[in-house]
């Protein structure tokens, strides 16, 4: 899978930009607050229709326009596939494949799969529950449709189960219609956790592995799936729990409260890890993710790098740097010194400077 050109007109900092990319490694580089981020931003939007910051459509769109448009060209295999992005300030976003209109956003999924690192990425261990969760929701969607969907439906329950719950307050004849919600967040909470479940099995293998080089052999890390609640029991527990839902007004137990845990002999590097033990197992965990996808789709993501390189020391640097042969990679960063350290040389090298684009052959 490769993306072989991008256009954006008045996203974020950029009037126009036209762009080619290489097939293999792709190095953008300049000083902060250029516009880096914002070319990978918009390659993600195209794979999920979403920002990777969470940001809003209007927030994507240059501050004096009313409209900013991505298209970008997807090669897959023997295959070509166009992208068309229009966000409009106040409006729905439009979405068109090869110019057809897609009925929803949710139906771009699968068409182009990236992996995105971040620094923000590198702290995903020691950070709350709700970052780890988004993880595993962002991968699970671009390779999950049916997960997708109950990840949308179950959400929609859950707020207005929690609504409910607020409203039973003052009006508590409202307490017969909690078991209409309660069965909704079963039946879509059931299929979300058997699908987490059989998910990170497959990746703590991949992990296993990849964190064992880079820890030249010293350490084991087991990646471990905590659900709040097993599937089997979740009824009885949210019956359990509903004296305490009313007094709060939130609902106490779901798959919207799972975590992950990391370890490394049986030290739970969430809490007592240090920063290196850390960092080393959120990028054996994103790295992870390129053989988990190509794995399931039979075809090679695109792995998006936002100024990841001067986070990591030189032994990590050069495993990451090792571990892109055969992605396509599009890389951000301030500078070409790590790389020229590492006698890395990347394909096609792109220099940005408030919102211009010159390519380097």
């Known amino acids: 899978m490769k993306v072989k050109s991008l256009e954006l007109t008045d996203f974020r900092n950029y009037d126009f930009l036209s762009v080619e990319f290489d097939d293999h490694t792709n190095l953008i580089y300049g000083d902060n607050a250029q516009g880096k981020t914002n070319i990978l931003e918009s390659l993600f939007v195209c794979a999920t229709s979403k920002s990777h910051k969470g940001a809003k459509d209007k927030e994507m769109i240059h501050f004096e326009k009313e409209e900013a448009h991505i298209k970008s060209l997807i090669e897959r295999g023997n295959r070509q596939d166009t992208i068309d992005i229009h966000l409009r300030k106040g409006k729905k976003k439009s979405i068109l494949i090869n110019k057809v209109p897609l009925k929803k956003a949710s139906d771009l999924f699968g068409i182009m799969h990236v992996v995105f690192f971040s620094p923000e990425d590198l702290n995903l261990i020691k950070n709350s529950p709700s970052e780890r969760?988004?993880?595993?929701?962002?991968?699970?969607?671009?390779?999950?449709?049916?997960?997708?969907?109950?990840?949308?439906?179950?959400?929609?329950?859950?707020?207005?189960?929690?609504?409910?719950?607020?409203?039973?307050?003052?009006?508590?004849?409202?307490?017969?219609?909690?078991?209409?919600?309660?069965?909704?967040?079963?039946?879509?909470?059931?299929?979300?956790?058997?699908?987490?479940?059989?998910?990170?099995?497959?990746?703590?293998?991949?992990?296993?592995?990849?964190?064992?080089?880079?820890?030249?052999?010293?350490?084991?890390?087991?990646?471990?799936?905590?659900?709040?609640?097993?599937?089997?029991?979740?009824?009885?527990?949210?019956?359990?729990?509903?004296?305490?839902d009313l007094k709060t007004g939130s609902t106490s137990v779901g798959p919207h409260r799972d975590d992950i845990s990391f370890e490394i002999e049986n030290v739970d590097l969430r809490k007592y890890g240090s920063q290196g033990q850390q960092r080393s197992a959120a990028l054996s965990l994103k790295l992870s993710e390129l053989e988990l996808v190509e794995h399931l789709i039979h075809e090679r993501p695109i792995l998006l790098l936002d100024d990841v390189m001067s986070e990591l020391d030189s032994n990590r640097q050069k495993y990451l740097l090792e571990s892109l042969e055969g992605t396509q990679t599009i890389i951000t960063c301030t500078g070409l010194d790590e790389f020229v350290k590492n006698n890395f040389h990347g394909n096609k090298v792109f220099y940005v400077e408030k919102g211009k684009v010159v390519s380097h052959e």
Request: negative net charge; aromatic residues 10%; proline residues 2%.
């Open 133 to 244: 969760r988004r993880f595993l929701d962002q991968e699970l969607c671009q390779l999950d449709k049916i997960y997708l969907s109950d990840l949308v439906s179950y959400n929609k329950a859950l707020q207005q189960r929690n609504q409910l719950l607020k409203d039973i307050y003052f009006h508590p004849d409202l307490k017969e219609t909690l078991d209409v919600w309660d069965e909704k967040l079963i039946q879509y909470g059931k299929s979300i956790i058997r699908r987490r479940e059989e998910f990170l099995l497959e990746l703590n293998d991949i992990t296993r592995e990849i964190h064992t080089k880079i820890s030249g052999g010293k350490e084991v890390l087991k990646v471990t799936y905590e659900p709040n609640v097993i599937d089997a029991f979740f009824k009885d527990e949210l019956i359990s729990h509903r004296q305490l």
